[in-house]
C-alpha cells in the first residue's frame, strides 16, 4: 500500500500546513481535496486563506462528498484531503450512511495510485456537549479517526505545528 | 507495586478498546469495574456497545462510587476500572469530598493483588467552559488525573486508537 | 539564544507546575510573571493557589500587558510567563492588534538575558463554538502557539502532569 498518512490535530493545531510540507516533499506535482464549501463569509476566508498559502504545484478540487473518486484519480504524485472532518459534517447534513461512506474509504484506499494524506480534526478532548447532535458529531468523528487511523501506516498528531508520531514512525 | 496504567484519552478515543487490549494480555481472568449509571437511553446504549465488545473472558461488576472495594478483592488477572471520569462525576453529583475518594483511591493501589488499569477522560482541551459547574468539574479532572498519574507506574495517552507513552514505556 | 521554553497544555494539565519545576532546576533566582488579572473570586482564589504553591526564590511581578519587558529584564536565572492564554485574552479584550504584539514577543526573545518558560493552553481540541468571538480566541490561540513553538529551541505538551517531547528534547 502507498504510504498514506493520517494527520491529526485540533482547531489551528497546523495540521494543514504540516500535511501540506510532507506532500511537497513526495514530488512535484501535488492535488489537494477540498471539503469545504463555503457556505458564508468566515469560511469563504479561511478557503482563501488556505489557497493562498500553497501556492503553486497544487491542483485543487473542491468536493464536498465524493472523495473516494479523488483518492482513486491517478495524475499526482500526492493527494491531501482537507479534511475528514468536513467531509463527514458534510455526510451528517445530508443524512448520509456514515458506516458505509466510512467502508468506501477505507476500500478506497490499498488502490490509490499515490500517497493520501488526510487531514482530520480531534474534538472529543473538551467538557460533554449537551447538545445532542453535537455529541453525535463528536462520537461519529472519534470513530472515524480510528477507523482511518487503523488502515493506514502512518498516523501523526500535531499540536503547534509540531508532529508527534502515533503510529509508523 | 502491580503494573497500574493510566490511560487517558478524550472521547471516542479509542482508550477503552486499548485498555482491555491491555488487560486481555495479562491473562484470561479479568474483571471490568463499569462506573457509568443507565441513566437514559444514550446511556444504556453506550453500556450495551461497550459490554458487546468485550466478549468472553470478562466478569462485569456495575459500581458508581465504590471503585476501592473492586482494586482491592482478588480472583481476577487484572482489573479495568473504565471510567474515572464518571466516577468523579458520580461523586461530585451527590456532594461527596473529592480529595478523600482521591485519598482512598491512591491508598487502595499499592495493596491491589492484580494489575489496575484505570480509564480517564481528557476534558481540558477546550475553551474555558462559561457555566461554573462545568469549570469545577474540568478542574477536578485534571487535578484527579494528574494525582493518579503520579501514583501508577504507567500512563499512556490514546488518540485515534493509538497510544503515546507519558510514563513508564 | 537561551533554552527557552514552550509549555503547552490543557486546562489543569499540570502545565504550571512543570514549568515551575523546570524553572527551578535552572538557578536560585527565578522571576514569576504573572498575567491574569484578579477580576473575580474565582481568579482571585487561583492566583493564590499558585502563588502558594510556588513557594520561596520566586520573584512574582504582575503585568496584563507587557511581557516584553519582563522578558528583557535581567536579574534572574529563568523568567516564567504564566500564562500566554490570558495574555492574548487581555489584548484582544482591550483590543490590541495580535500580529504586532505577537512579533514583538517573537523579537524580544533572542535577547533576553535568561531562559524564558512560557506557559500557553491548547483551547482547539473540543467542537466548533457556536460564538463567534469564542472561535476567534481559539485561532488567535492556536496561531500564536505555532509561531511561538516555531520561534523557541524547546516545545513540551503536558498531560496529567507529564511531559510529551514536541521539541529540543
Known sequence: MQ???LVLGGARSGKSGYAEAQAEALGPVRRYVATAEAGDDEMTARIAAHRARRGAGWQTVET???ICAQIRAGGADAVLLDCLTLW???LMHRGRDIE???EALIAALPNAPAPVLMVSNEVGMGLVPENALARAFRDAQGRLNARVAAAVPRVSFVAAGLPLVLKGG
Chains 1, 2, 3 share one sequence.
Open 3 to 5: 504510504q498514506h498518512h
Open 88 to 90: 463527514l459534517s458534510n
Open 64 to 66: 464536498p462528498l465524493d
Open 100 to 102: 458505509a461512506e466510512t
